[in-house]
């Protein structure tokens, strides 16, 4: 196709797209003015119904848990399918004596001091905020999936500001697979508590506390402890996998 | 109120600059940093619009963790790349 045609084309369709995008935007309501039924039942049930404060998270941990059950299992196999894809490679460079090489102590491209110790004062600053975020999904926005990713950065910057050897040694594999299984399973454990009391899976049968209290919400907070560790599990388990890529590099650059 | 608008604008503004501006960045590597920054200033945008759950959900995979996979997949396609470049040079090598 000749360039002219080819910018036709693209012009004609960028064209229909702003068109329906103006068009659907005509009757939007003001911001803030939400027109739909949902909202204004929802919002009630998830303070007087479920004592959660946040709305959010009482749709997604408890009306409908189901699916956050299936978004997890989203991430669990893609991580899987991540972890097995680069595998494949690893095999390769584990023949030339990997273990061997690690430990020589190679000397590796030093880190400027201001990323350094800014990375590690940020360290307990993060563990705390995540902590915080995965905990206090009942209360305030935020839950078990940005928490755990939060939580996730914290290898990430030790990483960045130490060395591979000092983050594959605060986050040994074995451990972090352990966890993200354990993680997946304890969504599902959690959601037979309700089979186990003779009543629906996922069903919060777990005793409501106080409204406003991080027990509120039942089974909302272990739920969201279970996805925090699930999410922060998986991501350092990506993590892992382009650490092992970078060092596979480094050593290749050093033969 | 004046001002929420006043920054709801500005951050319009911004995202209308950032998008074309991802798509025009032609490096992988700085395109990563460029969607990454375009993730935070649409985690901020979902904030001034009174939605912080999804903020916070946008920039934990806006800003770290989508950019933090398109790293991760160069990584791979250049120590591939590095793979193949050293047989060639070895099979050469050995002629």
Known sequence: ?????????????????????????????????????????????????????????AVNFDFRGIDTLGEEFILFTSVLGVTLLLRQSEEGAKGEGESEDRAQGRPTPSTGDAVRSFGSGMVGLLVLFGTYMVTHGTVTPGGGFQGGVILATVPLLVYLSSSAEIFERIAPRRLVEAGESAGAFGYVLVGLFGVIAGVEFLRN?????????????????????TVGLEVATGFVLLMLAFVDEALQRRRRAQR | MALTVALQLVALCLLAVLGPGVVLTRDPVRQAIAVSFFGLVLAA?????????????????????????????????????????????????GS
């Open chain 1, 1 to 57: 196709m000749s360039g002219g045609a080819r910018a036709v084309l693209a012009g004609l369709g960028i064209a229909g797209v702003v068109f329906v995008i103006l068009w659907g935007a005509v009757d939007l309501p003001a911001v803030g003015h939400y027109l739909g039924p949902y909202g204004d039942v929802v919002t009630p049930l998830a303070v007087f119904a479920r004592h959660s404060t946040d709305a959010v998270s």
């Open chain 2, 45 to 93: 945008t979902f904030f001034l619009f009174r939605a912080p759950d999804v903020a916070l959900s946008q920039l934990v995979i806006g800003a770290v963790a989508l950019p933090l996979m398109i790293l991760l997949a160069l990584t791979k396609v250049k120590n591939r790349e590095a793979e193949q470049a050293q047989t060639k040079q070895a099979e050469e090598g």
């Open chain 1, 205 to 225: 049968v777990v005793p409501l506390g106080k409204t406003g209290t991080l027990t509120g919400g039942g089974t909302t907070v272990l739920l969201n402890l």
